[in-house]
């Protein structure tokens, strides 16, 4: 996939590692430089039916690990002129001419063959790239130009809005309903009644920056909290739907594939009561303080049918994972102790003295054995996350020689890598997996192989750049913020810094630490990077800044000022839509 070559010291801004990761680059996405199709323009797959795809890179590398129906056909359509061609020229070979004119239209039959091979080529490659990228998290069809409003969908009260991806279709929730909206035209498909105040999901970040690697919800699962009894109601791409009421108490979170995580404390729960403070104000246990075990289900929402359980065994608790506060006042509450979070295929869960990290397959990430083992207590920074490539990163047990964390890397393959340091998950992609993960060891940056063949090899380094985010990976660069805020495109191959950016352009100065409430996403198209951000990150005014950055040159193609005071911004199947003060837009 990948070749591997001695760097070239005269290149203009080399890091001069010891090894560059080379990658086969394209300029742009084969169908994401023109404008975004109108109501009467989209296509399914996005592409311009009259574009016959001849722009395309030949030698960009396919990423999907599962392409789609379409990609499988082109991929069938290239295997077939290849084995045509060869065919073709096997035939031909027994029955070689003689003459100089039957040798001319020999080279002229075999160059029309051949052409029509390479052409074929670059229409698969490109296509499989295109698709690449809509399937990616933050994809996006064309961000060339500044975009305007396609539609608009008014919302009675949009902050308490939520929106999700389904497959091709943006589900927006409201009240006690969901709609199913075309993310091309804004036509309402179907609206399905959820209940009161609806928790539907999975969903990736909302209204924050960070790695969203959740695929679309199919099905959508919505909870209804404020009916008595519960229920949970799971709708279909077409808005088919089936319902059925939960168990009263049951304390559920609606998770992918149609399932529910349910969240169950066995054996005897103590009731809640006020709890000892010391001077300080730090709480206090009663002496010899226990409380139940936690069981985690996986069940299928619409039936209840069991697919798998994980005890969670009481260990010694931090006594602030067993208080809530009541009007200030400390008190010991095992059950509205317990929370947990769900992001990006990883399920982290933390109560009092029950602590957990898990696949949505039910793989236990923490080490069950170990009550100190992160996330324990449920106060731990731990980067559980899952990888955009597949495979997902966690805390390694021992830390570096220096003492400080470091994380243990889980491949596609099976395989296992510890870092010197700690992954840095991108934002957004194009889809492509370039064989690499970056990494933060000190203040330096280091890029680590995840290829087989040499997992776990160190390919480059760059002493002096201390990364705390990296927004974006497309096209083989890396769009990394620094610890000054200053944004830098970064050449995955070799280190080598392509630009900067300043951090007036961003308004990141000296508040990159906490870059996620400052830039709530980051969307491509696979050489533009859009950038929802803040336009006063003081606070003192409201106000948020749609902004596009080359990633070729990092200069800024354009950018939108917006008056609205919070958003969800979304990309469905490579149409954006956006939370506003008035409802959703679709921006295109």
Known sequence: ?????????????????????????????????????????????????????????????????????????????????????????????????????????????????????????????????????????????????????????????????????????????????????????????????????????????????????????????????????????????????????????????????????????????????????????????????????????????????ERWSETVAFGAPLPESCVTYDDNAPKLDVAGALGWTLLDGVLEVQGCGVSAALLLDGTRLDDPEDPADAPAGGLDTASFAALPDGGWVQPAPEPAADGTPRDAVHLPDGGAVTLDGRALVPWATDGRDPGLLLTRVGTRTSAVSTDAKDAGEVLWTVPDLAVVAVLARVSGTAVVMDEKGEVHGIDLGTGAERWTVEPDVLSTHGNAWTVESMIFGAYTDGDTVLFPASADPAGESSGLRLLAIDVRDGSVRWEVGQDTPYTQVISVDGYVAQITQQGVVGLG
């Open 1 to 305: 996939m990948t070749e591997r070559t001695q760097p070239d010291s005269a290149a203009p801004g080399s890091s001069d590692p010891e090894k560059v990761h080379t990658f086969d680059l394209i300029d742009e996405v084969p169908g994401a430089s023109g404008r975004i199709a109108g109501p009467d323009g989209a296509s399914p797959d996005g592409a311009d039916p009259d574009d016959d795809g001849t722009a395309a890179d030949p030698d960009g590398e396919p990423a999907p690990r599962e392409p789609g129906r379409v990609a499988v056909a082109l991929a069938g359509a290239r295997t077939a002129v290849g084995r045509t061609a060869r065919r073709g020229g096997a035939a031909v070979r027994r029955r070689l001419p003689t003459t100089r004119r039957g040798k001319v239209l020999l080279a002229g039959g075999t160059a029309a063959v051949v052409v029509l091979a390479v052409v074929a080529g670059v229409l698969v490659d490109g296509r499989l790239r295109h698709q690449a990228l809509l399937a990616a998290p933050g994809g996006v069809r064309s961000l060339a130009e500044q975009p305007t409003e396609q539609w608009s969908l008014d919302l009675e009260n949009p902050i308490s809005a939520t929106l999700v991806e389904m497959p091709g279709l943006l589900a927006v929730v409201e009240g006690e309903q969901v709609r199913g909206v075309d993310p091309a035209t804004g036509e309402v498909r179907w609206t399905v009644h959820v209940g009161q105040y609806p928790d539907c999901g999975p969903t990736g970040r909302l209204g924050v920056g960070g790695p969203v690697s959740a695929a679309p919800a199919d099905p959508l699962v919505c909870v209804s909290s404020g009916d008595d009894p519960q229920e949970v109601t799971v709708i279909q791409p077409d808005g088919a739907t089936a319902s059925r009421e939960l168990d009263e108490g049951a304390v559920v979170a609606p998770s992918a594939d149609g399932t529910l995580i349910t969240f169950e404390l066995t054996g005897k729960v103590p009731e809640p009561r006020p709890v000892v403070v010391d001077k300080m104000g730090a709480a206090h246990l009663p002496k010899g303080f226990t409380a139940p075990d936690l069981v985690v289900r996986e069940v299928d929402a619409a039936t209840g049918t």
